[in-house]
């Protein structure tokens, strides 16, 4: 990010995930509120530079995963609200919606959001301007990651470090440095047993065909003039072992295809999501008897 400016990206996704819900049948992701966080409606929407092209082959995927990513992480949040968690925290929360159509509000679920301070005023800007209620279940977490401690500044905010929360960090690890990503994923893994962390990475273009290389070299060079490059690259087995070694179980790891058979249960434009992956991991619990076991939901 550019120092004391809101994240570029993040409104880009905002962009691409109202014009989700406007061009893509069946929707993979239903969101009331994306398209009255950005301010727009159908036309003005659809008129913008970067989603004039949102009905191309690249569009259409980017669009497709970034839908698939929030329903993967939605869904393993109901999960986790069944076993009985009741703190989520969206970490790079960006324009994301979740906090304003908590579904379990009623059932005592809080929502911790956690940004770069001028993303987060900037946000709270966008949500007086659109007339998006804040309710009493949010509480905001502004954060420097590069002076700020994570697990202290959710402690001040009121965040109990003794009962596991769930943590939804979409959109970020990709620009973030591989040691600033493991610091975040300890900080997890310290928390209780049965704390569980949703985010998103992407696999080294490497593996890409000539064309779906073109592409991501486009979509790198778009976020690196935004002042976001793209920095860390992980191999699907080499991350599942670190994550087990921090003391994480129960790893799911979708990729872009695995994710279109999941939601669209065949071919789908995620099938060219060739490098995206979004991964589920649940802190370990300790038994009664002082070993690790695995958390599972109920």
Do not use: C
């Not at 569009?59 to 968690?85: M, N």
């Not at 911790?112 to 709270?124: G, S």
């Not at 060739?274 to 991964?279: K, L, N």
């Amino acid at each position: 990010m550019i120092e004391g400016q809101p994240s570029a990206t993040a409104f880009r996704v905002a962009m691409r995930r109202a014009a989700h819900q406007l061009l893509d049948k069946p929707l993979i992701f239903e969101d009331p509120l994306a398209l009255v966080i950005v301010g727009g409606d159908r036309g003005s929407v659809l008129a913008r530079d970067e989603l004039s092209r949102a009905d191309s082959p690249g569009g259409e995927a980017i669009r497709a995963f970034l839908a698939a990513r929030s329903r993967f992480a939605e869904d393993r949040l109901a999960a986790a609200v069944a076993r009985g968690v009741r703190h989520v925290v969206v970490l790079g929360a960006g324009l994301e919606t979740f906090a304003y159509r908590n579904p379990y509000a009623d059932q005592d679920v809080v929502v911790f959001e956690v940004d770069h301070p001028a993303t987060q005023a900037w946000k709270r800007e966008r949500l007086a301007a659109t007339g998006i209620t804040v309710p009493e279940t949010v509480t905001y977490v502004p954060i420097d990651f590069s002076t700020d401690r994570l697990d202290e500044k959710l402690v001040e905010a009121g965040l109990d470090p003794n009962v596991p929360a769930f943590f939804s960090w979409l959109g970020v690890a990709p620009y973030l440095s591989e040691e600033a990503i493991t610091s975040t994923l300890g900080i997890i893994a310290a928390r209780p047993g049965g704390s569980e962390v949703v985010f998103d990475y992407a696999e080294s273009p490497e593996k890409l065909t000539l064309l779906q290389r073109l592409a991501f070299t486009t979509l790198a060079g778009r976020t690196a003039s935004l002042g976001e490059p793209f920095v860390t690259f992980f191999r699907p087995d080499d991350l599942a072992g670190r994550l087990a070694a921090l003391g994480f179980s129960s790893i799911e790891d979708r990729s872009g295809p695995d994710l279109g058979q999941l939601y669209l249960g065949g071919p789908s434009a995620l099938d060219r999501a060739a490098i995206g992956h979004v991964v589920a991991a649940i802190r370990m619990a300790e038994s009664a008897s002082g070993t690790i076991e695995a958390a599972t939901a109920a």
